[in-house]
């Protein structure tokens, strides 16, 4: 049993920054990746990043280049800093864990907001 909570959300300019938070508390050993998906007004939660155990990391195509994620095991934390954030980027962001033995994402933090204004 996996717990994350979120943080870091907020309003933010068209091209500015943001860094995402997640931490993660439980059966840490449990998780075999760590992941951000999205959720816009009006559309379908999307997978944006990932990163494996091994540090493998994955990103939807509309964040490549602007995103990253990254992990510190110590303080079992993993972020996403968000660069030249736009319009479209406006969504509830949710931390999530896959399990080990699993193909799927079966904990979920709270979510956090982040809106982008033109």
């Known amino acids: 049993q996996v717990q994350l909570v979120e943080s870091g959300g907020g309003l933010v300019q068209s091209g500015g920054s943001l860094r995402l938070s997640c931490a993660a508390s439980?059966?840490?050993?449990?998780?075999?990746?760590m992941g951000w998906y999205r959720q816009g007004p009006g559309k379908q939660r999307e997978l944006v990043a990932t990163?494996?155990?091994?540090?493998?990391?994955t990103y939807v195509d509309s964040v490549k280049g602007r995103f990253t994620i990254s992990r510190d095991n110590a303080k079992n934390m993993v972020y996403l800093q968000m660069n030249s954030l736009k319009p479209e980027d406006t969504a509830v962001y949710y931390c999530s864990a896959r399990s080990i033995g699993t193909m799927t994402w079966g904990s979920w933090g709270q979510g956090t907001q982040v809106t982008v204004s033109s």
């Open positions: 990163i494996s155990r091994g540090g493998t990391t």
């Open positions: 439980g059966s840490i050993f449990s998780i075999s990746a």
